[in-house]
């Protein structure tokens, strides 16, 4: 079965930088792309990107194009997603999905808290 | 980009009821690519609806989604107490930008 397992929870100083790490498994790691969704305490969903993890392609969201960086790499079958220059305002859960039937949130990862704070 | 607005931000309906979610798009969403996503709290968004109609495997046949080009709608024929939650659409025609949910609460 699709799984897909995120790294554990973070707490990063404003300024700093967090990679967050999504490992995939039940399938063909290049066959689909990865999205990037974020849910600040309390408030929706924001879309940060998709990755494809067939070619590397990216599509990074308007808002944080300059400070979000999604990589994979195919040999561990993991998505990586980097988020630069942190904001209080960054204080979220972030979710990995994969694609599926040209849908960018058919398969969800457990979500990792990212928590900024000095 | 594309800006989706959901209505309305809150519903209350009882156990058995029609609910009837809708969603807005500042343009027209190309092809269709619209997603209806149920969430519940502490857990993952779970897809729902996808193409504004089709229902994504294991879903109830209660839940039905409809629309095109920039008004869509997601109905839940009658509400059952686990339907009770927070509700979202997505397109994917271009980026994938959500709105900002309808939550779903007993009355």
């Known amino acids: 079965q699709v799984q897909l397992v995120q790294s554990g929870a973070e707490v990063k100083k404003p300024g700093a930088s967090v990679k967050v790490s999504c490992k995939a498994s039940?399938?063909?790691?290049?066959?689909?792309?990865i999205s990037w969704v974020r849910q600040a305490p309390g408030q929706g969903l924001e879309w940060m990107g998709w990755?494809?993890?067939?070619?590397?392609?990216?599509n990074y969201a308007q808002k944080l194009q300059g400070r979000v960086t999604m990589t994979t790499d195919t040999s561990t079958s993991t998505a990586y997603m980097e988020l630069r220059s942190l904001r209080s305002d960054d204080t979220a859960v972030y979710y990995c999905?994969?694609?599926?039937?040209?849908?960018?949130?058919?398969?969800w990862g457990q979500g990792t808290l990212v928590t900024v704070s000095s | 980009e594309i800006v989706l607005t959901q209505s309305p931000a809150t519903l209350s309906l009882s156990p058995g009821e029609r609910a009837t979610l809708s969603c807005g798009a500042s343009?027209?969403?190309?092809?269709?690519?619209l997603a209806w996503y149920q969430q519940k709290p502490g857990l993952a968004p779970r897809l729902l609806i996808y193409?504004?109609?089709s229902r994504a495997t294991g879903i109830p046949d209660r839940f039905s989604g409809s629309g095109s080009g920039t008004d869509f709608t997601l109905t839940i024929s009658r509400l059952e107490p686990e339907d009770f939650a927070v509700y979202y659409c997505q397109q994917y025609g271009s980026s994938g930008t959500f709105g900002q949910g309808t939550r779903l609460e007993i009355k």
């Open positions: 193409d504004a109609s």
């Open positions: 999905a994969r694609d599926g039937l040209g849908v960018f949130g058919f398969y």
């Open positions: 343009q027209s969403v190309s092809s269709s690519y």
């Open positions: 990755i494809s993890a067939y070619n590397g392609y990216t």
């Open positions: 039940g399938y063909t790691f290049t066959s689909y792309g």
